[in-house]
């Protein structure tokens, strides 16, 4: 390194110099760029914490994975595994796993508000397309951990502090770890302590949801039935013995009281027909109601010194984040790999490798959600055309923003794989 041989310079030049603190400061240098133990915090234990914690100790790293759940978590709303993310579950043998798992829809069924169903083929919320692989949020976590198998995973617990490699906890004694890696969503407690308050990273959209599992009232199999009516979204899909509802608002204030969210939602909802009181009702009587706004993290630079971010904690995307986490995740453990210790240059090739891709996946999503972002007529006059246009029109088109996804979603190449990879 430049500094390392600046001072090999000076020791040539004046051998009778007395440098013992000249040699004390080369190593301190050397402590606060390299990394001696391997020794990798990564805080979630989500998508994003299992996939890069599965590769990192793949190349000879001891990853540990801290979370505040107690435990986790299964089932969930499904997410999309696309593009490059599948060729990381195929690199990492769960593939077959991932198809045993999923949820691929078939049908979409839509809603007028004058209550008349129209169906169409395929998954058209989510623009999956064929070969794609739909997978209930915590069920594909779940098949992330048994894959990992024996690491150090610290539940119940949270980073309150990151000092240098020395980090600091709720529960447990302080610890030391060369790298801490946010894995750990759109609200991600590392992105604050080292980079910021939320609101700095945050792009909202002013659009509220809440998912909770049903029993199979509309008597669906892989089919997600939608309806639209005064603003408000109410969805459910049901594949096999899993069955999930979703009901979503645009709200002009950018969060909403924590106190009673259910009550919230309710409120929102009220005066609404179709089979919406009866989804508001199941709603209220859950206890495993997911809350959440769609949001997109935007910022300049994911990593500040010994501090890293990877997923949602980096740039939460709607449609594309459980792919984005996946492929980030695997570019990241490569380029610690291969950086022979110096974590600010893996971090540096790591955001380089990510950034266009990610970028073209936010952009995407922005395109996406304006329908129901703008205004409530332009959902409208959409849900109008599909009443009176013909179905194979719709297709058309709706082929072609599976296309366009699709695209994106393929937008990163991994390198080929090596005796080491495999």
Not at 402 to 411: C, F, L, T, W
Request: glycine share 8%; proline share 3%.
């Amino acid at each position: 390194m430049l500094i390392k041989k600046f001072f090999a310079l000076v020791l040539a030049a004046f051998p009778i110099m007395n440098l013992a603190s000249v040699g004390a400061q080369i190593e301190i240098y050397g402590e606060a760029v390299m990394m001696k133990d391997k020794k990798i915090l990564i805080s979630g234990a989500g998508i994003a914490g299992f996939t890069l914690a599965y590769w990192l100790k793949q190349r000879g790293f001891s990853p540990t994975i801290i979370e505040k759940h107690p435990y986790v978590r299964g089932g969930g709303y499904k997410v999309d595994v696309r593009g490059t993310a599948l060729e990381v579950a195929k690199r990492m043998g769960i593939y077959e796993d991932l198809l045993e798992a999923n949820v691929n829809l078939v049908c979409s069924k839509f809603v007028s508000s004058g209550q008349k169903v129209f169906e169409f083929d395929g998954d058209i919320l989510g623009h999956s397309s064929e070969g794609e692989i739909e997978i209930n949020r915590w069920d594909l976590a779940q098949i992330l951990s048994k894959k990992v198998g024996e690491i150090e995973i610290i539940y119940g617990d949270s980073i309150t502090n990151i000092d240098g490699k020395m980090v600091h906890f709720e529960q447990m004694e302080p610890r030391e770890f060369d790298i801490v890696v946010g894995a750990d969503g759109q609200y991600s407690n590392v992105r604050r302590l080292a980079f910021g308050e939320d609101a700095t990273f945050l792009k909202r959209y002013g659009i509220q949801f809440c998912v909770f599992p049903i029993p199979n009232i509309f008597e669906l199999e892989r089919c997600e039935i939608v309806y639209f009516d005064k603003g408000k979204l109410a969805t459910a899909y049901a594949v096999g013995n899993h069955s999930y509802a979703c009901l979503a608002f645009k709200s002009e204030e950018e969060t909403l009281p924590t106190d009673n969210l259910q009550a919230a939602f309710e409120k929102q909802f009220q005066g609404l027909d179709w089979e919406v009181p009866r989804l508001v009702s199941l709603m209220k009587e859950s206890d495993e109601c997911y809350f959440n706004s769609i949001a997109q993290v935007r910022m300049p630079y994911w990593s500040k010194g010994r501090a890293v971010l990877i997923g949602d904690a980096a740039h939460s995307v709607q449609g594309m984040g459980t792919s984005l986490a996946m492929a980030g995740a695997y570019v990241l453990a490569r380029e610690i790999d291969e950086s022979n210790g110096d974590y600010t240059l893996a971090f540096d090739k790591y955001e380089k490798n990510m950034r266009k891709f990610v970028e073209a996946a936010q952009n995407l999503a922005e395109e996406n959600q304006q329908a129901f972002t703008e205004s409530s007529l332009r959902m409208k006059i959409q849900l109008y055309l599909m009443e009176i246009l013909p179905k194979r029109l719709i297709q058309y088109f709706t082929d072609r923003g599976k296309k366009q996804m699709k695209e994106v979603a393929n937008g990163l190449t991994l390198e080929p794989i090596t005796q080491k990879q495999g």
